[in-house]
C-alpha cells in the first residue's frame, strides 16, 4: 500500500526562514574572507558560510555555520551591497546606507569600536559605498567622498596616516565632484564624474598606479591624464582598471599572473598597463591575490594564484599568468562585487548563481552536504535537496515515466522503496511517499507546474522531475 502525504499548503519550522529562497531571483553577489551575501531581484538580503561577527544580522554574536542562504532579517527594499572582511555594508532604497558586523577599526562610522550584531544606519544621502578590508568609502550624492575605519597608510585619503578613524572623514581635497568609490585591502579609488580615476594609500608595491614607487599617499593623487575611467577593483598588491571602451589595464605587482599580463613576470607596474589589446571587457572582481573578469561575449575568465580552484586550475599552488576561462559557457551577467579570499562566484543571465574555490566553512553553499571545495562553478541552492549534481534517472537503478508529467507518475525500483519525497525548488517538501513497492504510482496533479527534485530512500543525491 501507498501512503501519501500533501505539504502543500504546510510549512515546518525549519523551513520557514528560507521560504523564499529559490534557485534564481538573484541580482547582486558579495563575498567576504569566510562567507557570501547576497541580493535578489525581490529586495531582500541572504547570507551563508561563516556567521562571524553576526554577518546574518540576528543580533546574537555567536560564531555559526550557514549552510545554505539565509535571509538577513525581513527587510524587501534594499537595492546593493558590499563587504568587506568580516562586515556588511548594504543600501536601501531611500539611500541611506547601513553596517553590521565587524567594527574593530571603526569601520561601520558610527564613532566606536564595537562589533554590531544587527544592520545599523550608518549613513544618509549614499551615493556609491564600498567595503575594504577594514575601511569603507563612500560618495554621497552632492559629490563629496567621505571613509572610516583602518588608515595607516593613508587608505582614507584625508591627508594624514592616522592608524584609524570611527567617524567619518571628508577626503582632503573636499571636492565636490565624485562619481564612484572603491575600497581595497589598504588602497581607495574614486572616479570623479569627468571619468578621471585617482588613488591613495599603500604603495609598496605600485598599488596607487601614479607612477610613484614607494611610501603610503595619504592624499588622493589622479592616475595619467584620461578621462574614460568605468571601474576600478583592487587586491592586496594588484589592482585592475576598466575603460569605457572595454579595454582592460592592471597595475600593482604581476607575480603569479595576477595582473593577468602574460609575459610579465614578477615585477611592479606602477603605471596602468594593457593586459591585453583587445576591448573587449565589460566587469572585473579582485580577490587577495587573484582576479576574474566578465568578457563582452559574456564568457568569464579568471587569473592569479589558484587558492582552492578558485582560478580553474587542477592544483591549489597553481597559476595563471594569461587569463583562462572558467568553463565554456557565455552566459554569465555579474561577478560578485567582491570576491572572496579564496572562493569566487557569479550571478547568470538566468539570474541563478554559481560559486566555487574554498567551501571549508560552507561559503559555497551549494547544497552537497559537505565542506569540500569546488574547482568549478557549483550552484548556490536553498537546501541540500537541491544539490544541482542530481542523478538522471537513466544512469539511476531508480525508474521514473513519464518525465515531464502531467498527472501521474510511475516509479520502478528493483528492491523495497521505505519512502519517497518530492520537495519544489524552494527545497520545501511537497509529498511524503512511504511503504512504496517495487512499482508504484504516485498522483501529482495536484502540484503546480514547475520543476520538482525526487528523493528516494534517504539517497545522498536527488533527481529531477518536470510537472507539465
Known amino acids: ?61 555567536t560564531v555559526t555555520i550557514v549552510q545554505h542562504p539565509t535571509q538577513i532579517g525581513t527587510d524587501n527594499d534594499w537595492t546593493d551591497i558590499s563587504v568587506g572582511r568580516w ?28 562589533a554590531q550584531y544587527s544592520p545599523i544606519m550608518i549613513a544618509q544621502n549614499v551615493k556609491s559605498f564600498s567595503a575594504g578590508y577594514h575601511h569603507s568609502m563612500i560618495v554621497k550624492t552632492d559629490g563629496t567622498m567621505w571613509g572610516t575605519g583602518y588608515n595607516e597608510w593613508g587608505n582614507l585619503g584625508n591627508g594624514t596616516l592616522v592608524g584609524y578613524y570611527n567617524i567619518w572623514q571628508q577626503e582632503a581635497s573636499l571636492s565636490t565632484d ?10 581607495s579609488f574614486g572616479i570623479k564624474t569627468n571619468g578621471t580615476l585617482w588613488s591613495c ?30 571601474d576600478v577593483s583592487c587586491g592586496v598588491y594588484h589592482v585592475l582598471g576598466l575603460k569605457t571602451t572595454g579595454k582592460l589595464w592592471g597595475w600593482g605587482s604581476s607575480a603569479n599572473g595576477r595582473l593577468g599580463i602574460a609575459g610579465a613576470g614578477a615585477q611592479f607596474f606602477y ?30 575568465y579568471a587569473f592569479g594564484v589558484n587558492h582552492n580552484g578558485i582560478t580553474g586550475g587542477t592544483t591549489a599552488d597553481t597559476y595563471n599568468l594569461a587569463p583562462q576561462q572558467i568553463g565554456t559557457d557565455k552566459n554569465w551577467k555579474t561577478l560578485a562585487l567582491r570576491v572572496g579570499a579564496f ?41 541540500a535537496v537541491l ?27 528493483p528492491g523495497n522503496l521505505q519512502q519517497v519525497k518530492i520537495y519544489n525548488s524552494n527545497g520545501l517538501l511537497v509529498k511524503l511517499i512511504s511503504n512504496v513497492d517495487h512499482q508504484s504510482t504516485i498522483n501529482i496533479s ?23
Open 343 to 383: 572562493h569566487f562566484g557569479a550571478v547568470k543571465k538566468d539570474t541563478s548563481l554559481r560559486s566555487w574555490g574554498a567551501d571549508n566553512l560552507y561559503q559555497l553553499g551549494n547544497g552537497d552536504g559537505v565542506s569540500a571545495d569546488s574547482k568549478v562553478p557549483t550552484q548556490v541552492v536553498c537546501s
Open 271 to 300: 603605471t596602468p598597463q594593457a593586459v591585453e589589446p583587445t576591448f573587449n571587457y565589460k566587469q572585473i572582481a579582485t580577490s587577495w591575490d587573484a582576479s576574474a573578469i566578465i568578457k563582452n561575449d559574456n564568457s568569464m
Open 201 to 230: 594609500g599603500a604603495n609598496v608595491q605600485g598599488q596607487t598606479g601614479t607612477g610613484v614607487t614607494a611610501g603610503a599617499a595619504s592624499n588622493f593623487a589622479q592616475i595619467g591624464t584620461d578621462t574614460n575611467w568605468k
Open 1 to 61: 500500500m501507498v501512503h501519501i502525504t500533501s505539504f502543500k499548503n504546510r510549512q515546518n519550522h525549519n523551513n520557514a526562514m528560507n521560504a523564499q529562497c529559490s534557485l534564481t531571483g538573484w541580482k547582486k553577489f558579495s563575498q567576504g574572507e569566510t562567507f557570501s551575501v547576497a541580493l535578489k531581484e525581490d529586495g531582500t538580503l541572504w547570507m551563508w558560510g561563516q556567521n562571524i561577527n553576526s554577518i546574518l544580522g540576528n543580533g546574537s554574536g
Open 387 to 413: 544539490n544541482t549534481n542530481e542523478t538522471d534517472t537513466k544512469e539511476s537503478k531508480i525508474s521514473l515515466y513519464p518525465n515531464p508529467a502531467k498527472d501521474i507518475v510511475h516509479v520502478k525500483y
Open 87 to 114: 562586515f556588511v555594508l548594504a543600501k536601501k532604497s531611500n539611500n541611506n546606507l547601513y553596517g553590521w558586523g565587524d567594527n574593530q577599526f571603526g569601520n561601520l562610522g558610527n564613532g566606536n569600536n564595537t
Open 178 to 187: 565624485w562619481d564612484k568609490a572603491s575600497a581595497g585591502y589598504y588602497n
Open 446 to 468: 495536484d502540484l503546480p507546474a514547475g520543476i520538482y527534485f525526487i528523493h528516494a530512500n534517504n539517497e545522498a543525491q536527488s533527481f529531477k522531475l518536470i510537472k507539465k
